[in-house]
């Protein structure tokens, strides 16, 4: 019997109930832990009267959370905040999210956000080179991974697991002079795949691996606080993700949502961005500590409809090529 | 005399009402994640060769990646048997010194996550190994580490998974026969004899429980894969199920649930295999000797003891230092000299405000909440399953393992399906709660407790039983007074082990957890993803003290608690 008590008792103590006398605004973000924090303390300071409930995960868990979620026919969010357009765009296939022109986007580049207004891109967060500061060649550009002399010294995510490296393939084959033959070239040069950036970071910080595509602020990031790492920009281009912000068709709490979108988008909301180390989406805002000027950073484009379409057969050629062993 | 007799049929027949509501609660615990997943698999066979489950099973991929699968847990769990059964018997029969902390610090390897441990690895014989750097042989840039490798995987895998098989083998080392043993040395069978004749047979269900156990740990290993093997392409089962979680749409949960399925197919295989193994060794004994075992070894004392030395080191002290000096420089990389030495990430996790402290309550509370209610659910359940072993009874313990051997993941993608919505008439929702986590832990480890209390039940002599049972004791006092006590050092080991896991515990609560319920796993994963790996590997350094010292306090209280309850004291 006393189990049971203790049961009930745990189950009691667990399920204390929240005051909720604001209105509520569910978040899911894939922002750093910190930052989204950040944001959200940001966001509640302008707005007092609704009370922001936030998780925080990597994108592929956050979606892989909301399907089942949605599967089960529970309670989703109101707001998502995830890493890339190609995810949303398969979101927005799915009608799962609900469009919404902020008159913030004015100012933005019309490249960054939905024109029907499905999401909006708050960020630039580009994948480049990374390389030890050991390292035997400085890149300057994709070709360099390519040399004989960096054989078996370069990693990169893969896009199997993580969707910055997902849109860096798809915008990698768009560029005729690269395309699918360079992930060809870079195989024949002993590339080895990572789950994803953060174990790029980790090959090259302790020393495993000499050079790795990586994202910018991780890089960055790390250089600052003294870490072996450097990072380039390549000439020909980085690929970007934008980090959109999106509002869920189910949202029991449009007018809240709509808030948190023209919030992260308004000047305020860039000014964080660039605090947290980020390029932000907004154009007239200088560039964080670390970066090279704006104007030296060549984008390269990206049809995230196409990237989707496109996703399962990249997928495929990509685990064909460097699973032949 | 006959309203006594009354009595005692009453309490009798409460106590296994009981016995069986339990049962009844474990099924649900552990079947119903399960049977959800089957359904998720089984929702589109409509589409024929569209389904999920024909695509599956369509794919060769997927039987490349049960292959590479079995390959590397077969593998894992051979050096793991080798490791743990080394390790035990030089503790439970020789007269190794200081033994008590030999059997301390065998436990804590469980403590370090995989991925530190591969990584410490990985730096250990690699291009910026300090080590090999301050004798000048540290390999160029460019060389390909033999770690990456099928059988690096399962080396890790088997190190990660001794102190599984260890403790499994230590509680059944405990109860062996001391008279036997002695009275076969009085007649003159050498070491080796005893070993081979007495010791191993004695072992076998112990050796049988462990080797299974280490199996599907390392089945539903995800890090340790990751990190070695996504580098050669080289895929297992939770990988596989991990890309498929990568893809889009809706279609993704239909996937990922027939793949799991296959999963749950060969951990029923594996424990099927094990149950028959163990009812045919099975060889009841009486339970706990006087006094432990302690064959001379004479010279060869010190080589054990130097060699058991460098296998500690290597799985415990090189991983543990790489944490450390990693948690003392300011970013990863940098490396350790007096210039460099930074407090910085340990103020971080002694800073009270910090995120650290309520998940260490959450864990802790999660961790020792289902360690203690397991603890109670495995005694009588392992009764029940030895006492009243039948056709459904047996399915249901293999049924019990699933939970275990899925990817964390998947079994949080059940939960969510399960329980996210308000339940049926009590109307509450357990969405974003620490109850939804703790369940979840109910149905992953049960199986972890069960599984030494299971074999230490089939060794259990029924004539004892019976015995007191002509002597007049009822069914409760039976079971108080003579099976809860011989199962007690098997039922605390596997409520240990319950913890250990618990405590570090990632793939499950990373699905589950919401703001102000975070557990010590995620936010060590969440920083380690955001590049601050140096707070991460504090707030580990500090995980695996804090366990030491829980330890340490468990052996300060071992006076109060039944003799041979407390791992490594003898």
Known sequence: ?325 | MTSMTMHQNASNHSMKGLLWLLLCLVALLSLLPSLRLLFSALVDWRQGADSSLWRVLNNRATWVALYHSVYTSGLGTLISLLLGSLFAFCLALTNIRMKQIWVFLFMLPMMIPPQVTALSWLQLFGSNSILLNSIGLAPEFGRVNPLYSPEGIALLLGIQHAPLVFLALRTQLQCLPKEHIEAARLNGASLWQVFSHIVLPLCRTALWGGATIAFVSALGNFGIPAMLGIPISYYVLPIYIYQALSSFGPSMINEVAALSVLMGILAIAIVTLQARMQRRYALPLIGMAGRSLGFTLGKWRLGIEVMMGLVLFAILVAPLLALIATSLVPTMGVPLNSDTITFAAWRGVFDVQSSTWRALTNSMVLSVSAAMVLLILSLPLAWLLVRYSSRPLRWLHSMIDIPYTLPGVVLAIACILLFSRPLPILEISLSGTLTIIFIAYLARFLTVCLKPVHSSMMQLDPAMEEAASLAGANFSQRLIDIVLPLLAPAAFAGALLVFLTAVNELTVSALLWSAGKETLGVVIFSLDESGNKVLASAISVFVVALVAMVMLLLSALSKYLPKGVIPWQS
Do not use: C
């Open chain 1, 1 to 325: 019997m006393s189990k049971k008590n203790a049961l009930a008792a745990l189950l009691l103590t667990i399920m204390s109930a929240s005051a909720a006398a604001k209105s509520t605004l569910n978040l899911y973000t894939s922002q750093l832990n910190d930052d989204a924090q950040m944001t959200v303390n940001a966001f509640e300071k302008a707005h007092p009267d609704i009370d922001v409930k936030w998780i925080r995960d990597g994108t592929t868990k956050l979606t892989a959370r909301l399907q089942a979620e949605l599967a089960a026919g529970a309670a989703t969010p109101d707001v998502l905040l995830l890493a890339d357009s190609v995810t949303m765009e398969s979101l927005k296939n799915q009608n799962l999210l609900t469009p919404y022109k902020s008159p913030q986007t004015a100012r933005f580049d019309s490249a960054l956000y939905d024109k029907d207004g499905y999401y909006s891109g708050t960020k630039l967060i580009t994948t480049g080179i990374a390389y030890h500061s050991k390292a035997p060649v400085k890149p300057e550009s994709w070709n360099d991974l390519l040399k004989p002399e960096v054989k078996n010294m370069t990693t990169l995510p893969s896009p199997l697991y993580s969707g910055a490296a997902q849109i860096h393939q798809a915008a990698l084959m768009n560029d005729p002079q690269l395309g699918w033959a360079y992930y060809e070239k870079l195989k024949e040069n002993g590339a080895m795949p990572q789950s994803g950036n953060g174990a790029v970071m980790t090959a090259i910080a302790s020393g495993s691996k000499a050079y790795g595509v990586l994202v910018d602020y991780m890089a960055i990031r790390e250089k600052a606080k003294g870490a072996p790492i450097e990072f380039v920009f390549p000439k020909e281009g980085v690929s970007v993700v934008t980090e959109p912000v999106a509002i869920m068709s189910n949202s029991k709490n449009p007018e809240a949502a709509k808030a948190f979108v023209d919030f992260v988008l308004s000047p305020a909301g860039q000014q964080l961005v660039l605090e947290q180390g980020f390029l932000p989406a907004d154009a007239s805002l200088p560039v964080p500590q670390g970066f090279p000027p704006r104007d030296s950073i060549k984008l390269m484009p990206l049809d995230a409809a196409k990237a989707l379409a496109d996703t399962e057969a990249n997928k495929k050629r990509f685990s064909d090529l460097f699973g032949d062993r």
